[in-house]
T-cell receptor, first 110, second 114 residues
Framework: GNSVTQMEGPVTLSEEAFLTINCTYT??????LFWYVQYPGEGLQLLLKATKADDKGSNKGFEATYRKETTSFHLEKGSVQVSDSAVYFCAPNSGYALNFGKGTSLLVTP | NAGVTQTPKFQVLKTGQSMTLQCAQD?????MSWYRQDPGMGLRLIHY?????ITDQGEVPNGYNVSRSTTEDFPLRLLSAAPSQTSVYFC???WGPGGKYGYTFGSGTRLTVV
């Protein structure tokens, strides 16, 4: 099955700083890749996705590119806001369910 | 369009009690799955279903049972609750071949076993 390695948190950034959260995975074949976000006290929301190699997913200023050669799907944002404070999960699709990384907690301070 | 509905939102059980966590979706999705979320562990797959009448075990299935008699419903049963089952449980449904295009999650059930 797939496995996911996600950078450990917590990550603390000042508002308007650049964000990168690394994610690498192992998989058979070429799974769809997802980033989910969980705001404090809430459930999981789909942030962005990529379904094939070299696809770039984007949403709310966040971006991630499906890199087949390095089996990576790093999440980036050019200028974070306080409202981006949340836990971010990288999750490849196994073909019937999601395999989650352990999550990266992000705190953005004013 | 309600999406994925989970009930109850909160539950406290005594050790040894049984209960069913309900999950229903109204999007006609074939794939459904249950996860538990524990601090520092991310989300781990308990059971999944690829269609009515078809279920299989995930990473942490012990102590849980599922069935899928309809496309809409995918209940999770705790047979004899243990404190180790204290967790937040999420149900999801997905679309596209093998869930390729995305997963929609319910709002979760916070379960405490005392």
């Amino acid at each position: 099955g797939n496995s996911v390695t996600q950078m450990e948190g917590p990550v603390t950034l000042s508002e308007e700083a650049f964000l990168t959260i690394n994610c690498t995975y192992t998989a058979t074949g070429y799974p769809s890749l997802f980033w989910y976000v969980q705001y404090p006290g809430e459930g999981l929301q789909l942030l962005l996705k990529a379904t094939k190699a070299d696809d770039k997913g984007s949403n709310k200023g966040f971006e991630a590119t499906y890199r087949k050669e390095t089996t990576s799907f790093h999440l980036e944002k050019g200028s974070v806001q306080v409202s981006d404070s949340a836990v971010y999960f990288c999750a490849p699709n196994s073909g019937y369910a999601l395999n989650f990384g352990k999550g990266t907690s992000l705190l953005v301070t004013p | 369009n309600a999406g994925v509905t989970q009930t109850p939102k909160f539950q406290v059980l005594k050790t040894g009690q049984s209960m069913t966590l309900q999950c229903a979706q109204d999007m006609n999705h074939e794939y459904m799955s249950w996860y538990r979320q524990d601090p520092g562990m991310g989300l781990r797959l308990i059971h999944y279903s690829v269609g009515a009448g078809i279920t299989d075990q995930g990473e942490v299935p012990n102590g849980y049972n599922v069935s899928r008699s309809t496309t809409e419903d995918f209940p999770l049963r705790l047979l004899s609750a243990a404190p180790s089952q204290t967790s937040v449980y999420f149900c999801a449904s997905s679309w596209g071949p093998g869930g390729k295009y995305g997963y929609t999650f319910g709002s979760g059930t916070r379960l405490t076993v005392v």
